[in-house]
């Protein structure tokens, strides 16, 4: 069990640099995953996952493999995006999800050209599932920057979020300018996408969000339980992940949405609240 589980840790400093990242990734992703599923705009965090890919194609034409550029290029990306996206849904008869599916996609396949007319099948697969075994300390700094300030905001907005997560109307009528937080938290989806990206490629950065999250929802149903039952989770998945990763050489980054995957598989039958088990008593 020790080496197994202890030993790889122990021996190698990159997986503990790993370990690092997924708990400063954990920190952050998993509060917003749990307000994307309470505001139930999962589908919405996928494509703004995705909707990143041509600034990131952008900044990797311009500086090669640079984490820097790429993720300044896919911050401006996926603002661009959400910011249509939500103007759209305001003055038009469309609503937000089918406007963010429709710019997610000509933005998803605008950046898998980009990448292939300078790169290769490495870069682009380097691009879209990440290597978290060898994220440099500039992204470190970044990714703890972003999961601080990610932290700091949600306290300061807590409640008007909430408010706003579970009724919308109510916020409007007494002039609470619910659409100010909408553009805040969409702020911060688009930031830590990108944060995670840099760990987990563009394709598997959602999973570290939104699998804990949901998985969490079949656990209990108090907001913050919520939240801690996410970040728990999402920390078991990523150690787990790492250490399957190392001894059977699979990519760490699909290796730990996998597992967080069976997280949510296991609470969707056996969970406390809602689950196959609880249903199947229930009638």
């Not at 995006?81 to 103007?87: D, F, S």
Request: with cysteine.
């Amino acid at each position: 069990m020790y080496h197994f589980f202890i030993e790889p840790f122990v021996s190698y400093a990159f997986l503990n640099k790993a370990l690092v990242v997924c708990l400063i990734l954990s920190l952050s992703c998993s509060p917003i995953g749990v307000l994307l599923v309470l505001r139930r705009m999962s589908l919405m965090g996928d494509a703004l996952s995705h909707s990143v890919l041509p600034g990131v194609a952008v900044g990797y034409m311009i500086a090669g493999l640079s984490l820097t550029a790429m993720g300044l290029g896919g911050l401006i990306a996926g603002l661009l995006v959400a910011l249509l996206a939500t103007l759209v849904s305001r003055y038009t008869q469309l609503r937000e999800d089918a406007s963010f599916v429709g710019f997610y996609l000509i933005a998803l396949s605008l950046g898998a050209i980009l990448i292939s007319l300078k790169g290769n099948s490495v870069d682009l697969m380097h691009i879209l599932f990440g290597d978290i075994l060898s994220v440099s300390k500039d992204s470190l700094v970044f990714m703890a920057s972003v999961t601080s300030l990610t932290l700091i905001v949600i306290a300061i907005i807590y409640r008007p979020l909430v408010v706003e997560c579970f009724d919308p109307i109510f916020m409007r009528s007494i002039g609470a300018h619910g659409t100010i937080y909408h553009i805040i938290f969409m702020f911060l989806v688009v930031i830590n996408m990108v944060s995670a990206f840099q760990a987990l490629g563009t394709l598997m950065a959602l999973g570290l969000v939104m699998l804990p999250a949901i998985a969490s929802r079949f656990w209990t149903t108090q907001l913050w339980k919520l939240m801690l039952f996410s970040v728990g989770i999402s920390l078991i998945s990523s150690y787990l992940g790492l250490v399957l990763s190392f001894h059977y050489n699979w990519p760490s980054g699909p290796a730990i949405s996998l597992i967080a995957g069976v997280f949510y598989v296991f609470s969707l039958l056996i969970g406390h609240h809602g689950s196959v088990l609880r249903t199947c008593k229930n009638a």
